[in-house]
């Protein structure tokens, strides 16, 4: 937890400790300060920041989602646009502002996130959208956001698979729109306010391993004009859909009719 962790591309390693002088006060002054090949380790505090990296690498590395809190009162605290490559693990992202803003915001970018907490977006916790993107998010904890917990759309094409993404205000995981393709693998979506999975507007995706249960609605959620693998008609039996309140599986024209929209 205090050490950090061999760089992967051979750079330097620059240390975030808010109680030492020495090192950088905040994660956002010491990527500024990084080359492409150089890494962040972030040790352990709460750091109010805002991360906003755009068209290059990053390798951001912290202590442990439960030892390293990262939040902001103005904009999300993670923006990712058009970055090629990296890796963002063991962190806690906190969005504690009052406008319409994400924990992690991703858009046509190429990276890994693993380890890390979204939580309290007034949005949703993870937004990944545009038609460039392909990150891959594994083993992340997304929860309490006023929307859904993560939420694919705008042509996106990541892979999301061992995410816990529970007690979120819609859906655990959302996905929107014609060429939206996610991969959905292993991921479990519970407790939450509406349905575990929806897919909605002509969205397709692999859906496959999930395990949806103990939701205010359904299991998954999709409208007729989507496309899955498998097909719907073995969704319920190549993923985990029960128990919820009203069933494991709903095709509806309306799937949002309930918070009205």
Not at 119 to 141: A, F, K, M, Q
Not at 151 to 168: I, K, S, W
Not at 171 to 193: K, Q, S, Y
Request: hydrophobic fraction near 35%; glycine fraction near 10%.
């Amino acid at each position: 937890m205090q050490e950090p962790p061999p760089n992967p591309a051979g750079g330097k390693t620059l240390i975030v400790d808010a109680n030492d002088p020495g090192a950088y006060a905040r994660p956002s002054a010491a990527l500024k300060d990084a080359g492409p090949d150089d890494q962040v380790f972030v040790k352990p505090g709460v750091y109010e920041d805002k991360i906003f990296m755009v068209e290059r690498p990053i390798l951001l590395i912290g202590a442990g989602r439960d030892h390293v809190q990262i939040f902001s009162r103005r904009g999300g605290p993670l923006y990712l646009q058009r970055v090629p490559s990296g890796h963002l693990s063991g962190m806690t992202f906190r969005y504690v502002g009052s406008d319409q803003n994400s924990a992690i915001n991703i858009l046509d970018s190429i990276c890994t996130i693993t380890g890390c907490r979204a939580t309290e977006g007034l949005l949703s916790g993870v937004v990944v959208y545009g038609p460039n993107c392909r990150p891959i998010l594994i083993g992340n904890e997304v929860c309490l956001n006023r929307e859904s917990g993560i939420f694919v759309f705008a042509g996106a094409r990541p892979r999301v698979a061992h995410n816990l993404c529970y007690a979120n205000h819609h859906f655990g995981i959302a996905v929107r729109d014609p060429e939206t393709h996610p991969d959905l693998v292993r991921n479990i979506c519970r407790e939450n306010m509406l349905s575990g999975i929806l897919l909605f507007h002509h969205a397709e995706a692999l859906v496959l391993d999930n395990s949806c249960y103990d939701n205010q609605h359904w299991g998954l959620v999709t409208t007729p004009d989507c496309q899955t693998s498998p097909p719907r008609d073995q969704l319920a039996v190549s993923n985990k859909l029960e128990p919820n309140p009203r069933g494991a599986l709903m095709v509806t024209h309306e799937p949002l009719g309930e918070i009205g929209r």
